[in-house]
C-alpha cells in the first residue's frame, strides 16, 4: 500500500456476503497482534488474525528481543537490585520525553511486574544474570541489561537499576519471543489467515467499524467482525509518502522494520477521523559500537564530543544524527579497543588508524588541533577521573594514548551479523507516532471520541513515548497495550 | 478560543437568517487577509474583512516588516547586485529546508519582482541603500539588508545577493507595511467588521462553505459568503494544547505574535476534514544581538562553538535552542564590544566580564579550560583570516584577547524596545505549520481534494517553509499567497 492518503471505507450496506467472520479481527501478527489475539482469545472471544506475510512475527521477529521491564522482576531481585514503579516511572518519563504520555506510562510501570510473569507464563525464560556495559545487545546469554538507566543524568532522577530483559538467547532474541507469543495465541484459539492484506476498514451506518475487506493472491475477501477490529499493523517507515510528510528527517536513511511497515493501519483509520499524534518522533540507530565508544569518545565532524558516551546508545545516535555536523567518529586508542573483544565488536573496524592526533585528524580532514584539543582536554580531566562536560562515569575515564583509531559510526554492520536491518547506511531508524488511542487502545477520533467497534496498539499507535525512546520500549509497549486492546475489543 | 480539537461547523440548514453576507469573506485581517481582501475587492468581488481585535493589524503589524523579496529588485539593482529567481529559488530551498514547498516556492520565487513592485503600487517606499552587517533589524532606513546569503554554506549553493526588502523606517516596519495593506483593501472596497470573533464555519448539504458564525460583543451573527471564506486566522503559539500536541518544544517559552494566534482557523478547518502539513515546524529567535556575536563568538554551555556566527540570527537561534546544551553565551572582547554602537545593541549589556578567559570560564561555571581551548583554537586560525571550524566570513576574524565579556543571549530585550514580543524569556517562537493548501490557496481534505468554498493563506496554512525559515518569509508570504487566494475566491 503506497501513498500517505487515507484508505476510505468500505460501506456495510454494499458488502452482500462476508467470506469469514469472528468476534475479533486482528490485523497484523507482530507482537502487538500476538498479544491482543491472545487475550480476547482466552477472554472467550473468536479471535481471527489477518496477516499479510506468508507467516506471522512482522517486524517484532526481526527484532533484537529487548523488553523494558522493571519495579522489582524477579530477574532484578536475582542479580541483586531494587526497583519500583515510581523509578522506572522517573527514568521512562525522562527518557522517553519530553511530552511521553504520562497516564499510558504510568499503567506500563505499575503492572510491569504481572507483565513480566506473563511473558513467563507463555514459556520464556530469563537467566538470573547482569551485562554490565555499554551494548546494543549482549553477547551473551544474560537476562538483564542496563540501557542507560546508569548514565548521568538519570542518576540524578531516579535510582538506577537495570531493565533491559532478555530471555535466554545468544542472539537476536526477536524471534523465540514471537515463536512464544504465537504458540500462545493460537492455543488460546485464535485463527490465523496469512498472505491476507487488509485494504480497507468496513464501517456500518452507525459509523461502527463493522469487518475488512483483504486481498489473498489476488482475490478479494470481506471479513465481518462482530465485536471489534484491532489493528496491529506496524508503523510507516516503509513508506515514503507518509516519512516525506511527517517524517522527512528519515528519508534516504536505513529502516528498521520486515519491510511491510507502510502505515495502513493508520491510514484506513485516517478515513474515519481517527487522530494521530506524535507522527514526527523516531527512533535512530547508528551501528556504533557502544563498547568502543566508552572506551574512547564519540566526536562531530570537527572533532568535538557532544554526549556522554555511556548513555543508552540510541540516545547518542539520535544527539548525532538529529543535533551534530557530521561525520561521525568514535575514537579509541590501541588499549580500548584491544579491551573489546572481537565478539563485541560486531565486525565493525577502524577506517583510520595513526600513531598521533596530528596524523588521524588529518586523515579525517579535522582542522588542524581539532582532535587534539578535544583528547587534550579530555585526557587531563581522565587522569583525575572526572568528566566535567559530560559526566561520563568514572570506570570508564582513562587517558587516552597514541596509536588511535578512528571508527565510522555508520558503517554497516558485517551481513552476517543482522546487516540487512539497517539499509546497508549505518544510520536506521523507525518511527514512534500513529494513531491516538486510550489506555485500553480503543482509537480515538479528532474531537476526541473513541471510533466505535476499533482498536489499535503497537506501532501502529502512539505509545508510552514522547520524543525519545529505548530498547525494549516496543516490543514492551506493543504487548502490554496489545494485551489490553484484546480484552477490551473482547468485551466489544 | 482554546483546546486542540476541531470546531464543528454549523449546518447552513439550521441558519434561519443572515445577519450580512458578501461574495468573499475574509477572517483575519493581518498581512494575509489585507492581501486577500484588497485582490478579491479588486477583481470585483463584494469583499467583508472579519477581525476579532479591535482594529486591523494583527501580529503583522508588530512585526519587524522584513520582506523577504528578490531576483532583480530596483533595490537591488540600484544597490550594484544582479539577482536571479533560479539564485533565490536555490538559497531559499536550501535555508527553508530541508523540504521546502518546492512548488509553492518556485511561484514565489519567479513573481517576487513582480510582489515588489505591488508594494511599491501600495504606497511604500525602499531607499535604495544597504545595510551590510549581521542584524535583527538594521537601525537605518536602509531598503536592503542580508538575511543569510552571504554567509557559508549558502555561498556555495546560489550566487549571494542581499534580499531582505525594509520599507523607510527607522523602527520596526510592519505596522507601516500594515498601514498601507489596510487602506488599500478597504479603498477597493472591502468592508472590515472589527470586534468580531468567527466562531465556526456554516457548511451546506453538499459539504461547501458556506459563511461563518460569529461574537461580537456577546452576540450571536451570521454571515453567508457567496462564494469563498478566505481564512487568515495566524499560527497557533498562542494555544498552549496544540502547541504540547504538535510543536512542545515551544512549551514554556516567549511567543512572537498578537496573543491571538490561537489556531482557531486551522481548528474550523480541521473539522471538514481539511489536512495540515509541518505542525511541528517553528521558527525560534533569541535576543542575541548579532552584530555583537559576529565579533565574537556563540557557545554553547560546555564552551564549544557550534555554528558560523554570521548566517541569519534565526538559524543560529535554532541551532542553540534545538540542538545545544544550554546556557548559551555570546563571548566578545572590549574590541568587539566597543566597536557596536549603542543603537545596535539594543539595550543588552554583559552579565559577566573579566580579564582573562580562566576567569570568564571560572564565572560562567564551564569547566577549566573550557574556553581558554575553544578561543585559543579560534584565534590561532583567526590570525591567519581562517575559520575552518565553521567558514565565518574573513572580515569577522581577529584573534580576541582580553577583557573579555559574556553575553546571556537569552537575556529580554530592554522593555522600551520592543520586549514584550519576547515574554521576557529572551527564547522566543512562532508557529510556521498550519492548513494544507495549493498554490492557489485552496485549502486541501485528507485525501487531496479542496474543500469547496474555502481558503486559507498565512500562518493558518503551511506556505513555502520546510523545516527552515528566514525574516521576510512570513509578510513575504502571506501577502504573495494571500494575494492569490484573494483572486481565486472572487473567482469562486
Given amino acids: 500500500m503506497t501513498g500517505s492518503r487515507p484508505v476510505p471505507p468500505v460501506r456495510a450496506a454494499s458488502v452482500t456476503r462476508y467470506d469469514a467472520e469472528a468476534d475479533v479481527l486482528v490485523v497484523g501478527f507482530g507482537c502487538a497482534g500476538a498479544a491482543a489475539a491472545f487475550e480476547a482469545a482466552s477472554a472467550g472471544a473468536d479471535v481471527l488474525v489477518l496477516e499479510r506475510a ?3 512475527g512482522g517486524s517484532s521477529a526481526l527484532s533484537g528481543g529487548e523488553l523494558y521491564l522493571g519495579g522489582g522482576t524477579p530477574v532484578q531481585t536475582a542479580c541483586g537490585f531494587e526497583d519500583t514503579p515510581d523509578d ?3 527514568y521512562l518519563k525522562a527518557a522517553l520525553g519530553p511530552h511521553a504520555d504520562e497516564e499510558k506510562l504510568r499503567a506500563y510501570c505499575e503492572e510491569s511486574t504481572e507483565h513480566f510473569q506473563w511473558f513467563v507464563d507463555r514459556g520464556l525464560t530469563f537467566e538470573p544474570s547482569l551485562w554490565d556495559a555499554p551494548t546494543w545487545m549482549p553477547p551473551s546469554r544474560d537476562g538483564l541489561m542496563w540501557l542507560g538507566e546508569n548514565a548521568w543524568p538519570y542518576t540524578t532522577l531516579a535510582r538506577p537499576a537495570p531493565r533491559g530483559h532478555r530471555c535466554a538467547t545468544e542472539s537476536f532474541g526477536g524471534w523465540k519471543i514471537m515463536e512464544k507469543l504465537i ?3 493460537q492455543e488460546a484459539g485464535a485463527v490465523t489467515h496469512t498472505d491476507t492484506l487488509v485494504t480497507a476498514l468496513i464501517v456500518d451506518n452507525d459509523g461502527r467499524v463493522a ?3 483483504a486481498r489473498k493472491y489476488g482475490e478479494e475477501l470481506t471479513y465481518r467482525a462482530r465485536k471489534a477490529v484491532v489493528l496491529t499493523t506496524g508503523g510507516f517507515v516503509d513508506n515514503e509518502e507518509m516519512l516525506a510528510d511527517h517524517a522527512p528527517h528519515l528519508l534516504g536513511h536505513g529502516r528498521i522494520s520486515d519491510g511491510l511497515d507502510d502505515g495502513s493501519g493508520i491510514r484506513m483509520a485516517a478515513a474515519l477521523g481517527a487522530a494521530t499524534r506524535r507522527m514526527s518522533v523516531t527512533q535512530i540507530a547508528l551501528t556504533a559500537v557502544p563498547a568502543l565508544a566508552v572506551r574512547g569518545m564519540l ?13 543508552y546508545p540510541g540516545l547518542f545516535s539520535v544527539a548525532a544524527v538529529r543535533t551534530q555536523p557530521g561525520p561521525y567518529w568514535v575514537i579509541v586508542d590501541e588499549e580500548g579497543y584491544e579491551a573489546v573483544p572481537e565478539a ?3 565486525g565493525v573496524f577502524p577506517r583510520f588508524a595513526a600513531e598521533t592526533l596530528a596524523e588521524l585528524e588529518a586523515e579525517l580532514g579535522m582542522p588542524a588541533g581539532a582532535l587534539e584539543s578535544t583528547v587534550g582536554t579530555y585526557n587531563a580531566y581522565a587522569e583525575k577521573g572526572e568528566d566535567p562536560y559530560f559526566r561520563k562515569d568514572a570506570r570508564w575515564l582513562r587517558p587516552l594514548k597514541g596509536p588511535f583509531a578512528a571508527i565510522d559510526p555508520r558503517q554497516g554492520f558485517d551481513p552476517g551479523e543482522g546487516g540487512s536491518a539497517n539499509g546497508g547506511t549505518g544510520i536506521a531508524g523507525f518511527t514512534l507516532g500513529g494513531l491516538h488511542t486510550t489506555v485500553d487502545g480503543a482509537v480515538l477520533d479528532l474531537s476526541g471520541r473513541p471510533v466505535p467497534g476499533l482498536f489499535a496498539a503497537g506501532r501502529a499507535s502512539s505509545g508510552i513515548h514522547g520524543e ?7 516490543l514492551g509497549d506493543g504487548t502490554f497495550f496489545g494485551r489490553r486492546a484484546g480484552k477490551a475489543a473482547a468485551r466489544g
Fill in 211 to 213: 469487518g475488512v475487506t
Fill in 88 to 90: 522506572m516511572f522517573a
Fill in 344 to 346: 563485541e565488536r560486531w
Fill in 468 to 474: 525519545g525512546y529505548i530498547s525494549g520500549t516496543s
Fill in 183 to 185: 504458540e500462545a495465541a
Fill in 54 to 56: 506468508a507467516g506471522p
Fill in 299 to 311: 566526536v562531530n565532524g570537527h572533532g568535538q564530543r557532544f554526549v556522554n558516551e555511556d548513555v
